[in-house]
């Protein structure tokens, strides 16, 4: 019965031919097409144009977008000597095909080939219409047809690429050679495009994942019909042969699942985006972070973010160590979550301080006990150094002297400079206080990264970009040239973890409040990298420190990013290099521009003679003394040296003459004090 059906539907086809040229183009006329729009999956390249992740279409099928120039021209060629020799001859129904099957089929009394020409599948595909009832077929012929009106054929085979099943939930060429090959149709085998002519005849039986043995069977036919057909020579077919066919699908493409997912919601009209990620760092730094949690126990958890700083190019971001719903909150993209920076923000106060006059990276200041006004900050070890040169107060990432910098610029300013950056934060109760120098502000690793990148491109921001399109922004100036410099100078000078390379890199660590988050960024000539580390829930992870859990990995990502780092910039023309005792008087040891306003305890003072007192000179001269301050010290009458360096607090002048005279005494750190008297 189903073979006279057959029959039937194959003479149908044959009598087209017999129909009046006008009322076959009527009938063809009338016929209504299917969409010829294809829906393809929704595609993330990364810069190079290399996926990264794709997405399933609506019904969660697998079908990719390819162009005829990006598939393999011998598997074009197999394809066609093997399903439409005359493809680019007939009309959309190949009457020969017809006659020669109808004859075979009463020749051999069985069914021995189809006459479906590859326009008639691609009807079929489209409508999902089925082979073996009668109105199916002549449904085919007829849409085959007009198909063949509407498009070119080059058009008919881009449909088949896309529409041709594969077993599964798989559609189109580039879908099967991304899952069964795990790469890109455009370089295949001889082997690899028989088996992607073969499947698609019966895609559920032929599939390799489910039937190797009878997808070899139909491989090596499609094999042995491109030898007799002279596409490929015998020493070409013997060595396909002993390809083994692939025993289970690979999963697609599923890198930077965090980035992928955002521009979708960013830009959620495209079928394509090509982001600035590179596919080869992205999979190396995703392999890095999976590692590095793997022996920490099952709620830890790390992001790492990659930027060209010359550029604000986004290379590579891990959201997290795994992209699924675990107890680290996988799922969450920890480059954008909001967290404390602990001491990475401490690398700005000084560059401000700089740009302000109120120090130097030589410039001595005290790491002491203080009390600003009720915040008494305590360092991470709660040791004192006593005093300190700016330069080793960053290295050793102190608390009071970056508190008592904060305290002379004013929170505010911290904040204003942030905003420039574009670094986007929360601020706990609303009002800006101290504790920001040391965390007590909430941005993200993103945000970080681009503050970095400032520092590194000279003091100026520029947004960072993840996308290879659209309208780059500019920067704003957050530090003058000499400060970004210097503070880079000073980060480069920090001795690396252990293990770790010598290699000059700016790097600094923080470490949160309660040991919730551990952080470490750096930069070379080129490149900035962030790493955090902690839980995605924001409970603390004991014994986390910045230096120890975080910084290592930072080293571990430059070295998957290059083998040796870019150098870093020369000091710029206007940069001041000299030793403390070189620089200006106000600064070489640290104040606070309120102190001309408060008391200094230890300034010195004359206390003798005192002010406005009537003092007989001596013959030998009228005797001095100074309290408080530090030697050596310097007197003064009316402005004039008349005794320089000395050591002692008690001295006599000579040679002052009588009347009002004004006495002032200078100590060793500029600080003065004076007195107006009348000798007699």
């Known amino acids: 019965m189903m073979r006279a059906r057959y029959l039937f539907v194959l003479a149908a086809g044959l009598g087209l031919a017999a129909f009046s040229n006008d009322t076959l183009d009527q009938w063809i006329a009338a016929t209504v097409l299917p969409p010829l729009q294809v829906e393809t999956s929704v595609e993330v ?7 990264l992740r794709a997405y399933s279409v609506a019904d969660g099928r697998w079908r990719l977008d390819v162009a005829l120039a990006d598939v393999d021209s011998d598997y074009i060629a197999a394809l066609l000597a093997y399903e439409d020799k005359r493809f680019y001859g007939h009309n959309g129904v190949d009457l020969q095909a017809l006659a020669r099957a109808v004859f075979q089929a009463a020749w051999n009394g069985k069914i021995v080939s189809g006459g479906s020409t590859l326009t008639m599948q691609v009807a079929r595909l489209l409508e999902e219409g089925t082979t073996g009832q009668i109105d199916g077929k002549l449904r085919q012929m007829r849409v085959a047809l007009a198909l063949e009106r509407r498009l070119s054929k080059q058009e008919i085979l881009a449909l088949y690429l896309h529409l041709a099943p594969y077993g599964g939930n798989l559609e189109g060429i580039r879908a099967a050679t991304l899952s069964y090959f795990g790469k890109e149709p455009l370089r295949l085998t001889p082997a690899e495009a028989a088996l992607l002519v073969a499947i698609p005849q019966s895609p559920e039986t032929r599939r390799p994942d489910r039937s190797a043995e009878r997808a070899t ?30 025993s289970a699908r690979r999963a697609f493409p599923a890198l930077a699942p965090h980035m992928s997912d955002r521009i979708i919601v960013e830009e959620p009209g495209l079928t394509q985006h090509q982001l600035t990620l590179d596919k080869t760092l992205q999979s190396k730094l995703e392999r890095l972070a999976s590692d590095v949690v793997s022996s920490r126990g099952d709620r830890l958890q790390v992001a790492i973010v990659v930027a060209d700083h010359a550029s604000g190019e986004v290379l590579a971001s891990v959201g997290s160590a795994a992209f699924k719903a675990d107890r680290r909150a996988g799922f969450i993209d920890m480059t954008r979550a909001i967290r404390s920076p602990g001491s990475t923000l401490k690398p700005l106060v000084y560059g401000l301080a700089f740009d302000e006059g109120l120090a130097h990276p030589e410039t001595l200041i005290e790491d002491k006990p203080t009390d600003f006004n009720g915040y008494k900050p305590q360092n991470f070890d709660r040791q004192f150094r006593g005093t300190i040169r700016i330069r080793e107060a960053l290295q050793e990432s102190l608390n009071i002297p970056v508190v008592a910098l904060t305290d002379a610029l004013g929170p505010a300013k911290l904040l204003a400079t942030l905003d420039k950056a574009g670094v986007k934060y929360d601020l706990p109760g609303g009002q800006p206080g101290l504790a920001i120098a040391l965390g007590g502000i909430g941005v993200s690793l993103e945000d970080m990264v681009q503050l970095y990148a400032a520092i590194a491109r000279g003091g100026v921001s520029l947004p960072l970009t993840h996308q ?76 986390a420190f910045g230096a120890d859990l975080a910084a290592p990995i930072l080293f571990q990502a430059f070295a998957r990013l290059k083998p040796n780092l870019d150098p870093q910039p020369g000091a710029p023309p206007a940069t001041l290099l000299v030793s403390n005792a070189e620089l200006p008087r106000p600064l070489q040891k640290f104040r606070n521009r309120n102190a001309a306003f408060q008391p200094d305890k230890d300034a010195p003072a004359v206390a003798f003679p005192p002010d406005g007192a009537e003092v007989e000179m001596l013959p030998e001269g009228l005797l001095v003394r100074v309290s408080g301050g530090k030697a050596p010290y310097t007197w003064l009458a009316n402005g004039v040296p008349v005794a320089i360096s000395l050591g002692s607090r008690e001295t006599m002048l000579s040679s002052l003459g009588r009347g009002f005279i004004t006495l002032s005494v200078i100590d060793a750190e500029g600080r003065s004090a004076r007195t107006k008297v009348r000798l007699r």
């Open 217 to 246: 069977d139909a491989r090596d036919r499609v094999l042995a019909r491109a030898l007799r057909d002279g596409l490929i020579d015998e020493d070409q077919m013997q060595a396909a042969r002993t390809e083994v066919v692939p």
């Open 45 to 51: 390249l990364d810069r190079n144009g290399a996926l």
């Open 468 to 543: 290879m399109t659209g309208v780059r922004e500019e920067g704003q100036r957050v530090l003058s040239t000499s400060s970004a410099w210097q503070v880079a100078d000073i980060l480069a000078g920090l001795a690396p973890p252990p293990g770790a390379p010598e290699n000059r890199l700016a790097y600094k660590t923080g470490t949160s409040y309660g040991h919730r988050d551990a952080w470490a960024i750096g930069f070379d000539g080129r490149h900035v990298i962030g790493i955090w580390m902690g839980r995605p829930d924001g409970t603390p992870v004991p014994g």
